[in-house]
């Protein structure tokens, strides 16, 4: 049985493995012309960051599926086990219901509760067996599926087929984390700075609403405070502003690559307006349906993290001038539609750091979206980079920007505390851990629920499991570590606590070879 290194700090080192079976190392392509120097051979990290999924709710049972639904998964010989849910789990759980495998007829389901308090009372005080009085949701009406105890259930490769294949040929960490408990907004913010403190509650038109004190928490005397729900940025039109937005202050990554002068750009779905509204801003109209024929909207405000911050917000969702300005600064401020992606890796115009979030509908959101959507937009993209001059020096990190509250048995270890007494019940009311909080903040209690974590590339061990304990953050580390010679956000950023993506690569033996998948089953083209 694999050792835990849940509690453990320490950077795990890269190892020197033989990739893909290949038999002997091969040597990194040249830096190319014009390229940012970097200290590793990555030159390009895509990182694809999904919606509201556990590492129980996806892998549960990996690397072993039920196949009873026609579409069999088998795991490669010698496939590592993960710190999945054991037989004495599946059957004898301590929570009021047992898990129950889902398949694709059960693709589209309840959206689960996945507040910061309500996620603190699920965990127990570390026993992990409150999640169906606490985040559990089965109210939902068809086309949505329902069950009781739904909370609780999970996927297994008969249904998330191209994550198992992905897992089967490239990396995955099983240990790794929420950087604090709660929904999407702390989730992406941490993504891109760590933080989630700094944030004022504005009204629409800019004043300082003191009257709301949910939007931003624990507020000092300037109402500054911090972020543990899911309200839209300030700094964008297609927000809705009849209620309290936030904008943070402090940097993000985005202000660190511009000032070493590091290409970088955030795409998401739905960003290009549809329509322009009498008083001049933007109308973000686009919808898609997912596979129950539901129509939701593409854009997502509360998704988009740069949108938060005065220096990375592009408020009116205004399009790059040329091809040329992505990853550069200019009218479109970094913050571009997702068809700007596909159309700069075509031409030869890849920004060094891309941050991309699908549509609704593709993001994997339970109530919305759902594996066999999101299976979709995964494998159309990474088959698109692989396909790409790029692959051979780009790694793609997936990872999701919360739990939705779905069941995971992993207690995450408590790095950093909280004790507010209005929103933490970790450990009783009030109590999130026993330590100083990060910075002196509260409201950031952290390690929150277990997320799933892959690295896709060249340079990723194979068919391998990682047990270095990381968060969210670590992407962001990883970036600071590639480009900015370690240079770290401050002012309590998470990105000082963060484990080493490492432990997913080797520099030594990369395997240049891709891994095609059909987007619609997920199984491996070729």
């Not at 892959?454 to 580390?477: C, E, H, W």
Request: hydrophobic share 35%.
């Amino acid at each position: 049985m694999r050792k835990s290194v849940r509690n453990a700090l320490v950077l795990a080192a890269a190892g020197t493995v033989a990739i893909g079976g290949a038999a002997a190392a091969v040597a990194a392509p040249s830096i190319p012309q014009g390229s940012q120097p970097t200290a590793t051979p990555i030159r390009h990290v895509v990182v694809i960051f999904q919606e509201n999924v556990s590492f129980d709710h996806y892998f549960a049972t990996y690397p072993k599926a039920a196949n009873t639904d026609g579409q069999p998964f088998h795991a490669r010989p010698g496939t590592p086990s993960v710190n999945g849910l054991t037989p004495a789990l599946l059957t004898s759980n301590p929570n009021t219901a047992q898990p129950k495998r889902l398949g694709p007829a059960q693709a589209v389901t309840c959206d689960q509760g996945h507040g910061y308090t309500p996620e603190q009372k699920a965990f127990d005080g570390g026993l992990m067996d409150a999640f169906v009085q606490n985040t559990n949701n089965e109210s939902c009406s068809p086309p949505l599926f329902s069950t009781p105890g739904l909370v609780m259930d999970y996927y297994d490769g008969n249904t998330v087929t191209g994550l198992w294949n992905y897992a089967q040929r490239f990396a995955m960490n099983d240990n790794s984390y929420n950087t604090v408990f709660g929904p999407s907004t702390p989730g992406a913010l941490n993504l891109v700075s760590g933080q989630t403190y700094g944030a004022v509650p504005l009204n629409a038109d800019g004043t300082i609403n003191t009257a709301d004190t949910t939007a931003v928490v624990h507020q000092n005397a300037q109402h500054v405070g911090t972020v543990i729900g899911d309200p839209d940025p300030f700094l964008d039109d297609c927000s809705n502003h009849s209620r309290t937005t936030v904008q943070l202050s402090g940097p993000n990554v985005g202000d660190l690559l511009n000032a070493h002068n590091v290409s970088w750009g955030w795409f998401e779905g739905g960003f290009a307006p549809t329509s322009v509204a009498a008083a001049g801003t933007a109308v973000c109209g686009s919808q898609h349906k997912a596979i129950d024929g539901v129509a939701t909207s593409d854009y997502i405000p509360h998704h988009n993290p740069f949108a938060y911050y005065k220096s990375t917000a592009n408020v009116h969702h205004v399009a790059p001038a040329t091809v040329a300005e992505i990853g550069h600064n200019g009218p479109a401020n970094h913050n571009y539609d997702l068809s700007w992606f596909g159309t700069t890796l075509d031409k030869g115009n890849l920004p060094a750091v891309s941050f991309l979030k699908a549509s609704g509908y593709q993001d994997g959101h339970a109530g919305y979206s759902d594996p066999i959507d999101e299976q979709n937009f995964l494998a159309s993209t990474i088959n698109s980079i692989e396909h790409s001059k790029y692959w051979h020096d780009t790694a793609v990190v997936i990872n999701y920007d919360d739990s939705d509250g779905w069941y995971d048995h992993a207690m995450s270890p408590i790095l950093n505390s909280s004790a507010d007494a209005t929103n933490d019940a970790l450990n009783g009311a009030g109590v999130c851990g026993h330590g100083t909080p990060l910075g002196g903040l509260q409201d950031r209690c952290g390690y929150g629920p277990r997320l799933p974590m892959m690295v896709i590339s060249p340079y990723a061990k194979s068919n391998f499991v990682d047990g270095t304990l990381t968060d969210q953050s670590s992407i962001l580390r990883f970036i600071e570590d590639n480009w900015l010679g370690g240079q770290r956000i401050g002012g309590g950023s998470f990105d000082a606590l963060a484990g080493s993506l490492d432990g997913m690569l080797s520099w030594s033996h990369p395997d240049f070879q891709p891994l095609f998948l059909n987007p619609a089953t997920g199984e491996p083209t070729g």
